[in-house]
């Protein structure tokens, strides 16, 4: 913290914080308080700056839509990725047991995360025989009937993302079906927005704070690397999270 407003009262100058603001890719930003908390000690300023919104939206898909129980059986498609890589560590530390979906190179990364089980796509199929109670889907596209077979009777889907380019509403159509076909059905489809908030970062920062959570950094380029930074971002490869480093 640089500097305070009149009103702050539960930061004062010199302390670390981490949280959300707009237009970040800066060496100083104006951020409301309530949309900050302590930096976790545990964690260094670059993985701290990779925590928020992927972490904020892992933790709202596994906890608020997916409503993971201990012993759970939890599928997480997209594991490598940066909201993946925060869900699995989160579904783990609720008790779950975690299967993690992601490509060849990243298999081991996943397993390090937590997950007790890890399938690569480029060879395997989603087991035809197991049903998991919830299905986090963070990238991949895969069609609903695809992820529908590998749920629970009772189970419940949460679309996170991973949409490319629909036919008819250009990526949003697989969410769209998804709510549209729920109130016919005995499993939970759904996707939501994830919201930024203090408590939730608190939260988040708790996790990290009982060593549940490490965020996951692949690379960390300079302030004038952010085009750079955000092209190996969009092509969806990035093994966790991608930071700006100041
Ligand atoms: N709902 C919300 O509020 C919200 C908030 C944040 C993000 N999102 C959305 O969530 C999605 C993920 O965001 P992110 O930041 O985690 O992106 P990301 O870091 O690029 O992660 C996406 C991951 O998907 C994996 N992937 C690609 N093809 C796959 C396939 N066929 N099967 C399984 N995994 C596959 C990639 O891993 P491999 O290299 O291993 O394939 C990649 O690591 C995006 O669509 C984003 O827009 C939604």
Redo the contacts with the bound molecule.
């Keep these: 913290v640089a500097a305070v407003g009149e009103a702050v009262t539960r930061f004062a100058v010199g302390d670390q914080v981490v949280g959300v603001a707009e237009g970040c890719f800066a060496e100083y930003v104006s951020a409301k308080e309530s949309m900050l908390v302590a930096q976790p000690p545990e964690l260094t300023a670059v993985q701290a700056a990779a925590l928020p919104?992927?972490g904020l939206?892992a933790l709202q898909a596994v906890r608020d839509q997916g409503e993971v129980q201990p012993g759970q059986q939890v599928l997480v498609?997209?594991a490598?990725?940066?909201?993946?890589s925060f869900a699995v560590q989160i579904a783990v530390a609720a008790g779950a047991r975690v299967t993690g979906?992601?490509?060849t190179g990243?298999v081991d990364l996943v397993r390090s995360l937590g997950a007790a089980e890890v399938l690569d796509?480029t060879r395997d199929a989603l087991p035809a025989d197991h049903r998991y109670d919830v299905v986090v889907d963070?990238?991949?596209?895969?069609p609903l009937h695809q992820l529908r077979r590998a749920l629970a009777p009772r189970g419940r889907l949460v679309i996170?993302?991973?949409?490319t380019g629909g036919r008819w509403l250009g990526g949003v159509d697989r969410q769209l079906r998804a709510l549209l076909l729920n109130p016919f059905l005995r499993q939970r489809l759904g996707?939501?927005?994830?919201s930024e908030g203090r408590d939730d970062l608190q939260a988040l920062a708790d996790l990290v704070g009982s060593g549940a959570v490490v965020p996951a950094v692949d690379r960390t380029w300079p302030l004038d690397g952010v085009p750079d930074a955000m092209r190996y971002?969009v092509a969806?490869?990035?093994?966790g999270?991608v930071v700006i480093e100041l």
């Design positions: 919104i992927s939206t498609v997209g490598s990725g940066g909201v993946g979906v992601c490509s990243k796509y963070t990238g991949g596209n895969r996170v993302g991973g949409e996707s939501f927005l994830s971002l969806g490869r990035a093994a999270k």
